[in-house]
C-alpha cells in the first residue's frame, strides 16, 4: 500500500504535524487561560498571556520537529552518497 503514496505524502505530514503541533498548543494554552481568568476573576489577562505562551511552546516545539526532519534528510543524503 506505500507503493501507492507518491513522494509528496510524507511532506504532507510533515507539514500537517507542524501545524498540528501549533495550533494544539494555543488552542489548550486558550483552555487553560480562560479557566484562570473565570477562577481568578480577571477579564482576560491570563487568557492573553496563556495564548502568547501557546504561541511560543508551539513554535518551540515545531522548530524541535523541523530540525529533526532536516537531521534526517541529510542522513539519508550522506548515506546515499556514501553507497
Known amino acids: 500500500m506505500s507503493d501507492k503514496k507518491g513522494p509528496w505524502a510524507g511532506d504532507i505530514y510533515v507539514v500537517?504535524?507542524?501545524?498540528?503541533?501549533?495550533?494544539?498548543?494555543?488552542?489548550?494554552?486558550?483552555?487553560?487561560?480562560?479557566?484562570?481568568?473565570?477562577?481568578?476573576?480577571?477579564?482576560?489577562?491570563?487568557?492573553?498571556?496563556?495564548?502568547?505562551?501557546?504561541?511560543?511552546?508551539?513554535?518551540?516545539?515545531a522548530y524541535r520537529q523541523i530540525q529533526k526532519v532536516l537531521l534526517e534528510g541529510q542522513r539519508k543524503d550522506d548515506d546515499s552518497n556514501g553507497e
Not at 473565570?38 to 505562551?53: E, H, P, Y
Open 16 to 61: 500537517m504535524q507542524f501545524g498540528l503541533t501549533i495550533a494544539g498548543c494555543i488552542v489548550f494554552c486558550l483552555f487553560v487561560g480562560r479557566y484562570l481568568d473565570s477562577w481568578l476573576g480577571t477579564k482576560g489577562l491570563f487568557t492573553i498571556i496563556f495564548i502568547l505562551l501557546g504561541i511560543a511552546g508551539g513554535a518551540n516545539v
